[in-house]
């Protein structure tokens, strides 16, 4: 089974910048799609962004488009979550979660992706 680990969290203040940075031991599947996920103190965990193996098709939330790039290094199983202008509602931990691709199968909901990592914890405060 693959392993995600997550790191690159940290304290920033409002207007700053993160990259964090999902290592990924093995793919298991041949179709899968990579999530980043926020869960804020006594919110459910939201999905952020996702990018699909296949066809690097990707998503964000309304809420990060144009300040958040996902990326990723096929060479060393690398998912990336850079975050720009960050504001103080982005703070929280961030777990990325692999999934393999079914169709019609809504892939902003925590339930559809079956392995996790630990999480980074993102702080934006000044």
């Known amino acids: 089974q693959s392993q995600l680990v997550e790191s690159g969290g940290g304290l920033v203040q409002p207007g700053g910048s993160l990259t964090l940075t999902c290592a990924i031991s093995?793919?298991?599947?041949?179709?899968?799609?990579i999530g980043w996920f926020l869960q804020a103190p006594g919110k459910e965990r939201e999905a952020v962004s996702y990018?699909?193996?296949?066809?690097?098709?990707?998503y964000y939330a309304d809420s990060v488009k144009g300040r958040f790039t996902i990326s990723r290094d096929r060479a060393e199983n690398m998912v990336y979550l850079h975050m720009n202008s960050l504001k103080p509602e982005d703070s929280g931990d961030y777990y990325c979660?692999?999934?393999?691709?079914?169709?019609?199968?809504?892939?902003?909901?925590?339930?559809?992706?079956?392995?996790w990592g630990q999480g980074t914890q993102v702080t934006v405060s000044s």
């Open positions: 093995e793919f298991r599947e041949p179709y899968y799609l």
């Open positions: 990018i699909r193996n296949s066809d690097d098709y990707i």
């Open positions: 979660a692999s999934a393999p691709i079914w169709p019609y199968t809504d892939y902003t909901r925590p339930e559809n992706y079956d392995t």
